[in-house]
């Protein structure tokens, strides 16, 4: 088992910036990519941004330009700077890990983060 461990999201002003962090511990193997997601009430779960094993990134078209999404190999963690938010932005924030494991690719989530943004 994986568990991942985010930080706390919070409450910011519309311009403002968040820095979300996720530290990923307990049976990692290989690890394929770690990403991070957010999800509305009533709302699937939309991907925010990816990071691969080899560093390529990839973003959701909303927040490109805005969003960075960064890896320290040696601590296992994801980092996920948010900068120019919107009230748009508000959601609950999950960490993602997909690993393989044997031959099956297997995905591990946090708990999710609240981040809001509003004046």
């Known amino acids: 088992q994986v568990q991942l461990v985010e930080s706390r999201g919070g409450l910011v002003q519309p311009g403002g910036s968040l820095r979300l962090s996720c530290a990923a511990s307990?049976?990692?193997?290989?690890?394929?990519?770690m990403g991070w997601y957010r999800q509305l009430p009533g709302k699937q779960r939309e991907r925010v941004a990816q990071?691969?094993?080899?560093?390529?990134?990839n973003y959701a078209d909303s927040v490109k330009g805005r969003f960075t999404i960064s890896r320290d190999n040696a601590k296992n963690t994801v980092y996920l700077q948010m900068n120019s938010l919107k009230p748009e932005d508000t959601a609950v924030y999950y960490c993602?890990?997909?690993?393989?494991?044997?031959?099956?690719?297997?995905?591990?989530w946090g708990q999710g983060t609240q981040v809001t943004v509003s004046s």
């Open positions: 307990g049976s990692i193997f290989i690890i394929n990519s």
């Open positions: 990071i691969t094993s080899g560093g390529g990134t």
């Open positions: 993602n890990l997909n690993q393989l494991e044997g031959l099956r690719l297997v995905n591990y």
